[in-house]
């Protein structure tokens, strides 16, 4: 695990904001693509018209966040390699050598997804602004396949299972706001029905969630030693924690408190309202134990690669050699 100093601390907050804005902004569209068209008979057309638009601005304000993080990270990357910490953040060969590496397509990806996200927002209504979003999201999840743990082998595996982890992860966090938000001013019918919607869709999008994770986890550590004796199994085991924590808050608003709020008990808004906000700061818990896992902790199986290549690359002495080495040492 690498030492961790006041360098390292800021590199892994850049990282988390870039994590969350990057799932705030691809979830805030693919919420408006799945239920910001519907109509809500019960509901003031304003209303839900004041609820997805603010959504969409969430997300776009989420976007132009996370391009300033990875551009922020993209120097933090170049004064790491230089070893001058901050002061190389602007080190004009450094920033090259980073730029046109794996890291720089992955930035590129990401910017690049970001900015059809935020087009997409401004128009989520129409066919176009829909496709845009749709692009986007997916070239913000692909691009963190691009660096990081994700090229490991089976490189081709893990990016698939990493894209389908991170696109479900958005879809979840995404919802939060809008969720809040119709909670609050939609009619209790159309509230309830909204998410009741959204919980028949999450049983789905955590299955593929958890597995797509579990598959992806599972091909770094490969051994119960691996999850309880390394530093990267450790972390996981705290985001395992946090994770069941996060599907207990997420049954309770699915078999209790939504069905408190379609019967018209009094008080469920106000506990939905907190419950969602609890979930929200499950997962900002979350990105920052990940932040933490991809700055520090190596994962098993990059290490036993690392033994395996040092013990290929190790020539046999011949017994004499190694005789007279041993000799010369013992005699300092």
Known sequence: M????????????????????????????????????????????????????????????AAVATIVATLLGLGMRAGRLSGMGLSGMTDGVMLQIVWEGAVGTAVASRI????????????????????????????????????????????????????????MASLWFGSFAPLIGATRNFARADAAALLEAFGRSAVWGVAVLVGAGGIFAAALIRS????????????ILVKLGVVAMLLGLAALNKFRLVPALAS?????????????????????????????LTSVATPPVRMDAADSSQETARPPEEPARSSALLRRDSSR
Not at 50 to 58: G, Y
Not at 224 to 235: D, N
């Open 224 to 235: 119960p030693a691996g999850l309880l004796q390394s530093a990267y199994g450790q972390i």
């Open 112 to 167: 690049a997804g970001l900015a059809a996200i935020v087009v997409g927002l401004a128009a989520f209504r129409h066919w176009p602004g829909a496709v845009l979003i749709g692009i986007g999201a997916l070239a913000t999840a692909v691009s963190y396949t691009f660096v990081g743990h994700a090229t490991e082998a089976p490189r081709l595996l893990l990016a698939f299972v990493l894209t389908l982890h991170l696109l």
């Open 264 to 292: 018209g008990r009094e008080g469920a808004r106000t506990e939905i309202v907190r419950s969602v906000r609890m979930e929200a700061a499950a997962i900002t818990i979350i990105l920052i134990v990940t932040a933490t």
């Open 2 to 61: 690498s030492e961790i100093g006041a360098f390292t601390i800021l590199a892994i907050a850049v990282r988390a904001l870039g994590y969350a804005g990057s799932l705030l902004a691809a979830g805030s569209g693919l919420f408006l693509l799945a239920w910001g068209t519907r109509t809500y008979h019960g509901t003031e057309p304003s209303a839900v018209d004041r609820v997805m638009r603010r959504t969409a601005l969430l997300g776009a304000v």
